[in-house]
């Protein structure tokens, strides 16, 4: 008790504070999510997230080559397809823009982890994450799909692939396209606690992924739901998801702790677009310092037990902890 204890002692100077440090984020627990479409020489700004581009293939090695030396080590890479059409084909086409730059990047850069979003909503005319039949979206039809999409990135070279369309029974699926086709050491990211968000704005503008009719709330998690999320994970991992995440981030950080103290796997957290660009447009107004709020941000994520991190800050951030 006060006056014996005293809290502040532990606080005097930088190096008293680092040595009582209980979270430190490294640029090893980040992820660059990364938008790839088809073309050469594409560098164009998405206009609701700054700083974050539509790259061709040539221009998305040059920018991974870039964050590679800021210390980043993994990406996400999300498609931007030529055509869409109901299905979403162009999904698993082997010679789309995520299928050749992930081939491009594993040959320019054996040592980073290239992960791949898997899903149909970018690819879809309807925007929808599945198959839609009478104004419903179908579970069941989507998983085959799903599946072909994420082998056709582990053929390419993918290491890591993320499912994050929401529909029943898709980590399974996935697992078993993978291990028949001799891809038994490829894992799965799984978004496996992925609710019906708000601040997942700007990326739809950039994915050009909006729904076209309705919304995503039959099969993205209600914002309420907490429990439930436990037994998204539960599923998720005993269909053979390898690591779980949960998105977005700061809204749901609880989420991310139960799950972490309830199975104790590697848990990921995205911080999203939303968070993202609101992070960046109050530091535009000179209302929050942007690089502090970025790091503390990263920290209260890995601190509420996430050990992975998807971010657009991904390359900032990297460099600011060096
Ligand atoms: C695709 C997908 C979305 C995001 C990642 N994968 C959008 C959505 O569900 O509408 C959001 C990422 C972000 O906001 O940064 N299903």
């Known amino acids: 008790m006060f006056p014996t204890t005293r809290p502040r002692r532990l606080r005097r100077s930088p190096a008293l504070r680092e040595l009582v440090r209980e979270t430190r984020v490294h640029p090893g627990d980040l992820v660059y999510p990364l938008f790839v479409r088809s073309g050469k020489g594409v560098r164009t700004e998405i206009g609701a997230m700054p700083g974050q581009f539509h790259f061709s293939v040539d221009t998305l090695v040059e920018e991974v080559g870039a964050a590679i030396g800021d210390g980043v080590r993994s990406v996400l890479l999300f498609g931007i397809p030529d055509r869409k059409d109901e299905q979403g084909s162009e999904a698993w086409a082997e010679g789309a823009a995520v299928q050749t730059a992930v081939r491009h990047l594993k040959k320019a850069y054996a040592d980073l982890i290239v992960m791949t979003d898997v899903c149909l909503c ?10 839609v039949k009478d104004g419903r979206v179908q579970n069941d039809p989507t998983l085959p799909l799903l599946a072909k999409a994420a082998l056709s990135h582990v053929q390419a070279g993918a290491d890591i692939v993320a499912p994050s369309d929401m529909m029943d029974g898709r980590v399974g699926a996935i697992r078993e396209a993978l291990d028949g086709a001799g891809f038994e050491e490829t894992a799965i990211l799984a978004y496996a606690a992925k609710y019906a968000s708000a601040f997942y704005g700007p990326f739809r503008e950039a994915a050009g992924s909006a729904p076209q009719f309705g919304d995503r709330r039959a099969y993205q998690m209600d914002p309420g739901n907490g429990d439930e999320a436990l037994r998204e994970v539960a599923l998720d991992l005993e269909e053979g998801a390898d690591l779980v995440m949960v998105k977005p981030a700061l809204p749901y950080l609880d989420v991310v702790r139960r799950v ?12 999203v677009s939303g968070e993202y660009s609101m992070l960046l447009a109050a530091a535009a107004h000179g209302w929050i310092e942007r690089e502090r709020a970025i790091l503390e941000t990263l920290t209260s994520i890995k601190r509420a037990g996430a050990s992975i991190i998807l971010t657009y800050h991904a390359r900032e951030a990297a460099r600011l902890l060096r």
Not at 260 to 271: E, L, M, Q, R, W
């Open 122 to 131: 970018e690819y879809t005319s309807h925007g929808h994450c599945g198959l």
């Open 260 to 271: 972490k103290d309830a199975f104790g796997v590697p848990v990921a957290a995205y911080n």
